[in-house]
């Protein structure tokens, strides 16, 4: 007969323990693994936890969600610029060939890419400390905030431009931020109106 004992990392065990073949289960109830050795009480099978300090709500405040606002908008702003670099990498590099050809285009591709990320960070960096300045003045988190912070960026963003341009900026702040906010509350909005 064979050996029983298998060999691992941390020494042998045996194929037969008897606490290897303890049931695992998962909320829904479906076996993990015979194989793992511990108590299933000790799993969590409800809703994800994580520790919170004392204090502080369960949900990410708009600190938090800075962080990842900034990145995305940061390599959103170098997709699309690597994306419209190619595109006029192509047509000014038709004349070329060969490594000369992928050298300009590899260039214009970094170059553009690089300008797209830096100018769609600046803004969401803009927005990011204009939103949280204001959450902190108000105490409050709502819509509000976030149409006045896309608003007051759309201001500053352009205000190095004059008058016209700076206006021009704030309006698209406003008309960007308001669909986000009506996109994001529709629910609410058609539960409002079928109320009626």
């Not at 994580?50 to 405040?61: A, K, L």
């Not at 595109?87 to 490594?99: D, I, Y």
């Not at 896309?150 to 500053?156: K, M, P």
């Not at 190095?160 to 308001?178: D, E, N, Q, R």
Request: with cysteine; aromatic share 8%; net charge positive.
């Amino acid at each position: 007969m064979m050996d029983q004992r298998g060999s691992g990392l941390f020494g042998g065990y045996s194929y037969g323990d008897p606490t290897l073949n303890v049931p695992v289960t998962s909320g829904g109830g479906s076996t993990i693994s015979p194989y793992l050795n511990l108590d299933p009480r000790y799993l969590n099978t409800g809703d994800a936890e994580f520790i919170v300090p004392t204090g502080q709500s369960r949900v990410r405040g708009r600190f938090e969600l800075a962080f990842s606002q900034i990145g995305g908008s940061v390599m959103s702003g170098a997709l699309y610029g690597g994306i419209n670099g190619l595109r006029v990498a192509r047509s000014q590099t038709a004349e070329l060939s060969g490594k000369v050809r992928m050298s300009q285009m590899l260039t214009l591709v970094t170059k553009q890419g690089a300008s797209a990320a830096n100018a769609v960070g600046v803004v969401a960096v803009m927005y990011s400390i204009l939103g949280l300045g204001i959450s902190w003045g108000r105490g409050t988190e709502d819509e509000i905030n976030t149409i006045s912070a896309a608003t007051a960026t759309g201001l500053l963003y352009k205000s190095s431009a004059g008058l016209k341009t700076m206006a021009k900026g704030g309006a698209v702040g406003l008309g960007l931020s308001t669909l986000w906010c009506l996109y994001h509350n529709k629910d609410k909005i058609l539960n409002s109106q079928t109320n009626y």
